[in-house]
């Protein structure tokens, strides 16, 4: 047997054939693009809160702050256990008193989309997406462009590190003015609800029967008349 097989390899590399090499693998995709992909999923359940007073003296404190602000102004209620992380950004700096912006982070997306789809009705705070840098940066640069946008009538928003900007469509209004144009007032106006369209028939029948009537009787008299002279 090993005969045989040492003698299937000798003919092989006579005949200028390869041994047979293992199954390539699929390429990876670049680490940085892997590492874009893992922060977004890593941020994607956060929000950062900013204006809110600092002055909870705990973490449980700083949750019952958040809980009833979100309450009051969005009518949603958030739980306990439906917080993953809640702490302060950066070092407390007693000097200037600036009020630290908030991460808290939810166990699932459902209530963080729900309070980002209403932070508008917030009175007293400012909540945004946990963003990277890069993010932040890309966005910023995209300011510019997005009020240009906004001036020439277009709907334009930021959509993560994206301006997606959506012209509105002519020939929808072109059909929209047709459509208008082609409506008649006189022939809506002068349409009689069935109901009264009903009772003006009545009415002319009635009128033309006694109009029949009464040439029938004045027939009826001249006959008469005529016969007596």
Known sequence: ??????????????????????????????????????????????????????????????????????????????????????????????????????????????????????????????????????VMEKREALLPQLLEEKEKGNTAYLKYDKLVVKRPNPDKNSDKRKRELSTSPQSTSTTKPKKQQTISSIKTNRTNAFNLIRTRSNSLNDTLTHKKQ
């Not at 702490?87 to 009020?99: I, T």
């Not at 991460?103 to 009175?123: A, Y």
């Open 1 to 134: 047997m090993a005969n045989s097989l040492e003698f299937g390899y000798v003919v092989n590399r006579a005949l200028g054939a390869a041994p047979d090499a293992p199954q390539a693998r699929p390429p990876r995709a670049p680490a940085r693009e892997q590492n874009r992909t893992f922060k977004k999923e890593k941020k994607s359940n956060n929000i950062i809160i900013y204006g809110l007073e600092e002055s909870e003296k705990s973490i449980s404190e700083l949750f019952q702050t958040v809980k009833e602000i979100f309450k009051r102004d969005l009518n949603l209620c958030v739980e306990e256990r439906e917080m993953n992380r809640l702490y302060r950004l950066g070092k407390k700096n007693k000097v200037e008193n600036k009020r630290r912006p908030v991460l808290f982070s939810f166990t699932n997306g459902w209530k963080k989309d729900q309070i980002i789809k209403n932070k508008k009705n917030l009175k007293e705070i400012y909540i945004s997406e946990d963003y990277s840098k890069e």
